[in-house]
């Protein structure tokens, strides 16, 4: 329901980007900027931190044998999965995840699985048996807008920066081998690059209150090649075919220079 | 998943014997279901789906509601006979996903100022899902929208475009999305030409993106005829009752 | 919650019926013209559509390998569920189902239990590991009254003309054989025959309106040997022995009509 | 299951002793619970089961009540321990069931025209269950309205017939039911004669099925006796006091 | 939400408590008088049902193989439940457990499982494999405070007149030997001790109305060697460590007592 | 489990290189969330836990409120990746249970009188778990209620004592709690020498429960000094802002 407060800033937001500004001074295609940490959870098999701007996520990974999915028995696991913390914000209630979550999550799990950054083949202890499942969890600790790039981002860091330990089968049954670590098999860096549409304006990784107040939103994932992988527009308004070029070209060219900064982050081969 | 079979013949005819630029069989038929306030059933390829639109209506919860204008909601769910294994009933995580995206395809197109406080529902029922069956709910959903009188701004016509054997084509069935290298559904609303509805899963280059979209736009307009025809077809059915 | 529109039509239906009369013009022994299609879902193993005067169903079955219940490790698996979609009234909300629904669903499941319609015995692929399953799941797209009715020819029709996949185990496992497929063990045609009792009076195939000011209702399953082999009472009201007597010749002589259309969906041996 | 069990010998003895037309042992006592309105335990042969009853009283959610009248709820729920395999404390589909069959034969009996907006809350809990849990159930639950001071045009009486053995006999106990070819509970209120629960699994001819109801008739006139003699147990208890 | 009759119910509890009188006339040492029947649920493997005070709750042990918990493979399995009723309270809607039910079963739980009550490393099957689960399910009857003792005490009869059938393994199996019951292998009786503290007075098992205007609650757990194996404080109060030294002489002196009625329902060995 | 693990050797040093009264490394900060009221963090040997405080704040649902004062209420979670095994999302039962005990161990230091018909909403995530996250986490929340300005008669500090070797130690880490004898986890508001928080797991003699209570609240007293200066440096660096 809105407010006399959110249409005034909504009108405030939509004045200055006539004037080609927004309302935290960055410029339209600018990210905010973002520190990482990674190895923050040390019982994860790798982890990180994102800040993206006051938007902050912590991601975990844990990797452990499982069964594989039925059809897919040449496959590993991975499963994606994200809960917006009600320390997040006032507005989050405990809870199973509603709809905006799930949404969240599936989009962050695709954009992972469609650039095929993972190859799951190489998950595999016995085929139809026994696989290695990769989970990825995003526990989002602050919210600020744009938990798409934030939570991407971070599942993205932690997947580069993790160890993948040893299974062998014994009996049938996987057992740890101690100290064998090896590495995950990454065949590309996926870069999520979300735009909101206000007013026909574009601008990148919108903050909570450009959020709020934007039409559209379209949610780019492009692999190393510069390549698109997948996609999602979202939000009750629409958008026309020249916006999407031109969103592409934008996530295009954003796309290596946060791919330099989560590159920094991966296990050396 | 069979990964030798032939997506593409040298001749351009596709696995199911469609050309790269041809749509699956589509039928709509409006005003089908007895109880709800406009309703729509659509055959498109193996896609059979039944919608049902109830409202504007008042807000269970109450807390829901808005005082400045009407909300539209959507409930995508599967039978549990409409795919090869048995589906669990209970909303899945990818249903839950799929009716929000429908209802923010839907939104553009409906004008709900005029009726603060109450819901419009859209009750997308899949009885049996092929390729494309979220593009095919939203044909069907608009077409019901129009039948429950809704104010609307323009029709929401939906297609798929993909890319299966390096090569862009209309209107992706399941074993082309299955076996294929990208699927692409979207939703657009013809006289406006804007687009509702997007979603990629899939690797495309920036040209093959834009020519994916390109196709997917034709597809929406010839799917737009049959949705058109279809409200014709109920229209003078009332007429000579 | 009855409302004073509710009254007055309870009014004018218990009017009528003083005269003789139904509102929909019907005799009190006369069901609703029924209308069925098969095989309207290609994927699964069969299907049904039916309509019963308004109130229309689909039935789909799906036949797959499965764990036996424990301690009928020599029974097939059967199932039968029920769902009314929110299309199909405006009443009518998302969510699991309740006790109509369950009730609706067990009573349905029970009339083609207890007949013995299926011959679980010959569904077995190991004994004790691994045997063959029958799930048949009710769609209801439009409500008009009597879904008991409406949702058990739906399932008998579609289990009629349902094809029999064969398995085979190797490794233990169930593996498809294709093209290879039989007919599924029937022994007898259930014919379930719902039946209203209004101010004492006793009307069949009760439609909605009737329905909703019943004082009670009897659901009668019977076999194609005309023996009776499943029954619930249903709604607030009671019912004397002589209705129950007058209710199961009721059953008994329209159930070789029903039975008569259903037949006609039965693959031949 | 053992199949090859005698349920019926050349006597005409059934498999625990009993005469073809005889009650398993029934003790009754009413008003055991201190915090409920009105309360009863049944031993039912096997059976073991516990009724306490509140209301007339507000009704949450709020939505659910009725200005026109109070309305009753019935829950019935099997302890874990109740049962040979442990079960589980969630309600199955077939307690929920059971719930709904027992609220509508009780609903008859009880006159809340007088209560609107209100509710009568019963809650059932089977302590160890045998064959004919419902019936065993439902004569508790109408003695814990009585013992509430629920407003009553009758008492329900229930007990169950059946077929073993090509022989019809009251009152099923476990085995019977399990092994047996038919098993009909009837709920029944005596002195309105009338009908107020009636289910039937198994096979019956059209005359079996008149003697079955016949002979669960007779049945529930027996323990519509032993009925009234816990209530009178319980009221002459509560003048002593 | 406190009402003005609450209050002044809670005036008067206190003001009694100050001329050293409780609202039921007890001792502030005094448990309730207790009555304890075993055997009540004949298909159970033991029963206890208890009336303490006006609370009354009947425990029932189900014995039944199981597999073990992932990392615990040399041990049988424990599991404890508790339900209020709804009969038990007008207070109580029927549901899945609130926290405090959830905190009742756990505390019993880990009274008997901390106090190695049940040495579950005596009902192991085939290690890792198959084990022997005990589960205790308390179906609370009738509420007048202080579950915990109520639950605790008729947990522990219930087990402790509990025979243990025999199971051998066949092809992996878990088969039932008919006949062949033996003794749980029972290592201590558990005594829970539940204090409450009003206005820093300590009275042992408090009644529903103590119960209610209380500020903290200590129950307390001994073994037979009068050791203190299980403790948890609750309520929105504070207590002192004199208070706790005290409680726990409390705790160690009325432990025999009860132990001493608890032994009596232990099977001999 | 390796039961053979050397807890205490002949020096008195244990498993992780501390004396018996020695406490973990515990840093803690306050104030890092921007849209929480309040907020800490803490690490306390490997645990690493975030704590919100929204409040007091309108209640929903409505009847949960009370009308003469505010109420607390807490959420203790942990996430997926937060122990070696990946766990759950939905909470469980444990997780209840000590969301709870934190819940009234808070509930003694907080004035919420003043504030009737709202809540205070206390959110903890458990990052990291170690032995000893219910502790710490209390800390936590503590400091995060003062930097929300929640009135406190006092600060509640927690810190376990256990058994381990047959020896009362200070502050039980992981291994110790799973191969260790005894584990005591205690809130302590140190001005008013008040306990707040008790459980025990584990076999103690009377004079080994008082010796672990004493040494708790040594090890409390400690603590609190480290959650002081966490609350001068929130407000030191406010001022300096």
């Known amino acids: 329901m809105t407010t006399i407060i959110d249409d005034l800033k909504k009108n405030k937001i939509l004045g200055l980007l006539k004037n080609e500004k927004r309302i935290d001074s960055r410029g339209f295609l600018e990210p905010r900027s973002m520190t990482i940490d990674i190895d923050v959870i040390q019982k994860a098999n790798g982890s990180a931190r994102i800040e993206l701007g006051n938007t902050s996520v912590i991601a975990g990974v844990k990797i452990q044998p499982d069964k594989p999915f039925p059809d897919l028995g040449d496959k590993g696991i991975f499963i994606c999965t994200a809960e917006i913390l009600p320390l997040a914000h006032p507005d989050i209630e405990p809870g199973p995840p509603g709809e905006d979550v799930i949404e969240l999550a599936r989009v962050v799990d695709r954009g992972i699985r469609e650039t095929s950054m993972l190859d799951l083949s190489k998950l595999v202890l016995e085929k139809n048996k026994s696989v290695i499942g990769i989970f990825v969890d995003n526990s989002i600790t602050n919210c600020d807008g744009n938990l798409f790039d934030a939570c991407s981002y971070a599942s993205t860091a932690a997947i580069l920066s993790s160890n993948l330990p040893t299974w062998k089968l014994e009996n049938e049954q996987p057992v740890l081998v101690e100290d064998q670590e090896s590495i995950i098999p990454i065949t590309t860096i996926p870069v999520s690059v979300t735009m909101g549409i206000l007013n026909d304006y574009i601008v990148v990784d919108p903050n909570a209150d450009e959020w709020e107040c934007m039409d559209a939103r379209i949610t780019m994932i492009t692999n190393s090649d510069g390549n698109i992988c997948a996609l999602q527009k979202g939000g009750s308004g629409s958008v026309t075919y020249d916006q999407l070029k031109e969103c592409s070209q934008i996530a295009i060219s954003i796309g290596p220079k946060i791919r330099k900064i989560l590159k920094q982050y991966q296990i050396d081969n | ?241």
């Open chain 2, 1 to 241: 998943m069979k990964t030798d079979m032939q997506l593409l013949n040298n001749d351009g005819i596709r696995c199911d014997g469609r050309k790269i630029d041809e749509l699956r069989k589509i039928t709509i038929k409006a005003g089908i279901l007895k109880n709800a306030n406009g309703s729509a059933y659509i055959e498109f390829g193996n896609n059979k789906i039944l919608v049902g639109v109830f409202g504007p209506r008042d807000v269970h919860p109450k807390h829901l509601s808005d005082t400045n204008t009407g909300i539209l909601r959507c409930r995508y769910h599967m039978s549990p006979f409409s795919v090869t294994e048995r589906k669990n009933p209970a909303p899945s995580r990818r249903e839950i996903e799929i009716s929000k995206v429908i209802k923010e395809a839907l939104q553009p197109s409906v004008i709900l100022k005029k009726f603060p406080r109450t819901v419009v529902d859209v009750f997308v029922e899949v009885l049996q899902a092929d390729g494309g069956s979220r593009c095919a709910a939203l044909n069907a959903a608009s077409i019901a929208l129009a039948d429950a009188g809704i104010p609307m701004k323009d029709m929401v016509s939906a297609c798929a475009a993909g890319k299966i054997a390096d090569t862009i084509v209309l209107d992706v069935n399941n074993e082309e999305d299955q076996a294929g290298q990208a699927d692409m559904p979207v939703g657009y609303m013809p006289n406006l030409d804007k687009i509702t509805l997007l979603q990629l899963d899939g690797i495309l280059t920036t040209q093959e993106y834009e020519k994916c979209i390109d196709v997917a736009i034709q597809g929406c307009k010839i799917v737009y005829e049959i949705q058109k025809k279809a409200l014709i077809d109920k229209f003078f059915k009332c007429d000579i009752k």
